[in-house]
């Protein structure tokens, strides 16, 4: 189990860490372009994938090369989400997107729709709802009145997104160390010619920023890979703790730390989130 307590402990410090970057003064196009290298770095030394055989699956590379743009393009949204809406909001929104798969699931793989599983997906859209209504008046004129319920949104469909890419990477047989390693390698290559092209001055305080997120975010997949080996047989136990522990964890990070302020509405989304995720994986 300590496993799973790792990776959560690990996804949460992401969004922490995302949260302190504006008051450190980092760049995070250049934190996050770091982290890709140090994953990268990591993968290699920790999970052996085999580069060589990405030269003999050419039909992966379109679906890699999708993950090497979106893993950036959804951090920097994820980074926008929490600056604006909080750890604990965003957390809820990225652990929501497992809905997103889930449809694609019923839509495209043909999976059987059963009363349990419509009713926890309601739950989910419900629970959605919630989270994107911030306290206050919205003022659709204001930039920042859009700003939250847009980057919350593009949370929590990145993340579905990539996941689908994700699941499907995985049906064409690819080793999934090899295939996270091409995705790693593609999504530092493409933010490091953007920040080129920017013609970013870089700093030592952003590298080793990026260095830190970067072992965080390769052991939130790490822990998560090695929990679902330890429990093979049970993996509704390990979807339903990593998402749910993740979902408390924020929550309680974002509220006793950053003194984030929630609604009640807010607070009803979490719960229908957690009662959503609970209702999933029990039909799973």
């Known amino acids: 189990m300590y496993v799973l307590l790792l990776s959560i402990s690990c996804s949460v410090a992401v969004s922490v860490l995302l949260k302190l970057a504006r008051s450190w003064q980092l760049d995070l196009g250049q934190a996050i372009a770091i982290n890709y290298v140090a994953a990268t770095i990591l993968t290699l030394s920790l999970l052996q994938p085999q580069p060589h055989t990405l030269l003999n699956t050419p039909n992966t590379w379109g679906l890699l090369s999708a993950l090497g743009l979106l893993l950036p393009m959804v951090f920097l949204v994820m980074a926008m989400a929490v600056r604006h809406a909080g750890i604990a909001i965003s957390d809820a929104a990225q652990r929501l997107s497992l809905l997103v798969p889930l449809v694609a699931a019923f839509l495209v793989f ?41 980057t919350l949104f593009g949370v929590w469909l990145g993340y579905g997104i990539i996941d689908i890419l994700f699941k499907q990477l995985a049906r064409t047989g690819g080793h999934f160390a090899t295939s996270l390693l091409g995705a790693f390698v593609l999504a530092s290559v493409f933010m490091i010619l953007v920040l080129l092209f920017k013609r970013t001055r870089w700093s030592g305080r952003n590298v080793l920023a990026g260095s830190l997120l970067g072992l965080l975010n390769f052991g939130n997949i790490y822990f998560y890979i090695r929990a679902h080996q330890l429990f093979p047989a049970n993996p509704s136990l390990v979807f339903a703790s990593m998402n749910i522990g993740v979902i408390c964890a924020g929550t309680l990070i974002g509220a006793a730390v950053f003194r984030e302020r929630l609604s009640k509405t807010n607070l009803v989304g979490i719960a229908l989130a957690i009662v959503s995720m609970l209702i999933l994986f029990s039909a799973a």
């Open 110 to 150: 043909d999976e059987v729709l059963t009363n349990r599983k419509l009713l926890g997906m309601s739950l989910a859209f419900a629970a959605l709802s919630c989270l994107l209504i911030k306290k206050g008046r919205f003022n659709p004129t204001q930039a920042r009145g859009l700003i939250i319920p847009l």
